[in-house]
């Protein structure tokens, strides 16, 4: 097998134009470009693409919405079509959940459209039978979630001897997840002579360092800052009493004067609890909701990532399983309904919206226990966010009638334990953040 870390014929220089016929990629993979509506590169694809061509192992930082995705895959399509093999397994691409994988594959599938290559997804939730008939067929492109291809990989099944290129996308993200662990016994079973890339919006100073046991002598490309928002996202803040969230957040939707042009709204979190307790709201006022997180099956989540996309329903309601990877054109709105604990969870939530160098709205309700994450986020990106207030709406009135459903609907949830219930948000919010870790 060829060492991918030796000089390239591609070179490495960066182009002159910023044009994809600059980068001197496989005339095939070009023309998928073009015939998918790509015109001109964006700053991360124009700084990593020739690094990839040259064979360097590279740490690519960008915000989301970039096109992270083509800055690795087009190079590396471009070197397996420069020396094609036999059917063998020849680009791992490691991600943190399916529905980064499903979109990573569909990407290469519209890339490699005019090359002779097969792509396939590994990841739980879903039945493994076609998953191990394409890593026994060799599959040259493999797209999949640690956990599965782990527990796959003990059982003998795939053959990686012939790996060239290893990629972690959302790398920090993995890792925050838990994954670290899985993640190097999967890199111990590669060749230790083949080309390894970490993509990521953001790369914390203690993560970059676990790379160097992945890397060698890598190259780092960034692009913008790495704790600042996407530029094209007006952000704003709401200061409300938690037990009016609700109501604003249908107050928003129905009656304020933003209410028109929210028309794809992606609202996050903390819970899946949360998550569905919003939703079951958003029904009752006839607003059309699809949710999104670990405790629904693999068909329930892809139908409601469809309709969504489809615009089928209005608003999708989702944990963090949503920050990252998704790709959904269009998105007006951001909304955190619950704010997020770290500043990286924040950019990666309102990179959904503003993609692509479009316009994009996030919001965030913030409590009064949520004033120190906000105050660190501030820090972070080094400016303050503009507050708002929801002309017309009584605040009070609204604290006042969701304490007294929440009471309702406490009395009537089911218990487990005589004398009351467990606490679902506590459970959910330890399964988000720590246990379960890698499933979310």
Known sequence: MPDPTTPSPFGAAAPAAASFSALQLDARVLSAVAGAGYTDPTPIQLAAIPHVLAGHDLIGLAQTGTGKTAAFMLPILTRLAAAPQARRTRVLVLVPTRELATQIEENVNIYANGLSL???TVFGGVGERSQINALRAGYEVIVACPGR????????????????????DEADRMLDMGFLPS???????????????MFSATLSKDIEALTRDFQRAPKKVEIGVRTNPAATVTQRIYEVPRTAKLSLLGYLLQQSS??????????????????????RKLETMAIPTGVLHSNRSQPQRQKALANFKAGTVRVLVATDIAARGIDVDGISHVVNYDFPMHTEDYIHRIGRTG????SGDAISFVCEDDQGPLRQLERSIGHGLPRARAEGFDYAAAEAADVQNEGMAYRQRPTGRPGGGRNPSATDYRHSRGGGRGRR
Not at 149 to 168: S, T, Y
Not at 184 to 197: E, F, G, K, S
């Open 149 to 168: 291809l782990l527990d796959l990989m003990d059982r003998r099944i795939g053959d990686f001897r012939n790996l060239e290129h290893l990629v972690l």
């Open 355 to 358: 993609r692509a160098n479009l």
């Open 183 to 197: 993640i190097r016994r999967i890199v111990r079973a590669m060749p230790t002579q083949r080309q390894t890339l």
């Open 258 to 279: 933003l209410a028109e042009d929210m028309e794809s709204v992606l609202i996050f979190t903390r819970t899946k609890h949360g998550a569905d307790r919003v939703a």
């Open 118 to 120: 097969r792509c396939a």
